[in-house]
Nanobody, 121 residues
């Protein structure tokens, strides 16, 4: 059974860099998966796709975050990481790690429980 666990600071100051880690258990992050994604949900709003990393290590980001976001992986630790530079209070959200096994649509197959990040001075 594949399980995802997000971790990181609960509070970040504006203009700082947010770093989050998703630890995957139950399978390797490079096998039986099409891509891993980071998704966030601001309070009272819908889910926002941020970006993803494929099984080969290639990455893709939404245009509005492309200059500030970086998704990487550590295969030795079976982890997916997200770095978001120059955060603003609008970055306050629940951040989720998710995985898609096939990439053919129908929603994500795996979800972490999420971690709440508050951006405030």
């Amino acid at each position: 059974q594949v399980q995802l666990q997000e971790s990181g600071p609960g509070l970040v100051k504006p203009s700082q860099t947010l770093s989050l880690t998703c630890t995957v258990s139950g399978d390797s992050i490079t096998t039986n998966i099409y891509f891993w994604a980071w998704i966030r949900q601001p309070p009272g709003k819908g889910l926002e796709w941020m970006g993803a990393i494929g099984s080969s290590g290639d990455t893709v980001y939404i245009p509005s975050l492309k200059s500030r976001a970086s998704i990487s992986r550590d295969t030795s630790k079976n982890q997916i990481t997200l770095q978001l530079n120059s955060v603003t209070p609008e970055g306050t959200a629940g951040y989720y790690c998710a995985g898609d096994r096939t990439g053919v649509g129908g929603g994500m197959d795996y979800w972490g429980k999420g971690t709440l990040v508050t951006v405030s001075s």
